[in-house]
């Protein structure tokens, strides 16, 4: 592993980025990992997490970023504090995933990939969380919501907005 000056994440992250290219045979293999993290640490994979995830992993940057362009759950621009991710795949959708993704956009005010003015949300059409026995479901950041209806997104919305949702700490 190259050594990093002056990282661009918190001790805790850096630390844990030397611990995760230790548990696997090949180096390379931490680097969705490392993406995640750093993602959640700066709020996007700007160009400096690029640069550093490459130097970290003796990669080039490039190979990063052809990574990067794969996964649709990591983002080159920032995302809203809540990140709402609406599931439209088939179970979701049979039972009403384009309608909880309208009545998103509407109460947000944006469409897919945008973020409010304030910054509080922003919004993505996601094609599955996992949660097909429960459609139609919602992610906010980490946390699921399931067996939406338009009067339950609102109260989701309402406590986020609030500082209420489920991840608030």
């Known amino acids: 592993m190259s050594t990093v000056t002056d990282s661009i994440f918190s001790p ?9 290219v230790t548990l ?3 180096k390379r293999s931490a680097l969705v990992p490392m993406l995640l993290y750093a993602q959640d640490e700066v709020g996007y994979v700007s160009d400096a997490v690029v640069a550093e995830i490459a130097q970290r992993l003796d ?3 490039l190979d990063v970023r052809g990574v990067l362009s794969y996964y649709s759950m ?5 995302a809203g504090k809540y990140n709402v991710q609406v599931c439209t795949n088939i179970s979701c959708m049979l039972v009403g995933g384009y309608d909880i993704l309208d009545h998103c956009k509407a109460k ?3 469409g897919h990939k945008e973020v409010t003015a304030d910054g509080l949300f922003s919004l993505e059409e996601v094609e599955c969380i996992g949660a097909c026995c429960w ?6 950041n980490y946390d699921f919501h399931e067996n ?3 009067a339950k997104v609102d109260v989701i919305l309402e406590d986020y907005a609030a500082g209420r949702g489920k991840d608030v700490k």
Do not use: C, S
């Open 12 to 20: 805790a992250t850096a630390a844990r980025f030397d611990k995760l």
């Open 24 to 26: 696997y045979p090949v």
């Open 59 to 61: 990669l080039l940057e």
């Open 74 to 78: 990591l983002r080159t621009k920032p």
């Open 108 to 110: 947000l005010g944006i």
């Open 135 to 140: 459609a139609p479901a919602m992610q906010v």
């Open 148 to 150: 939406l209806t338009p």
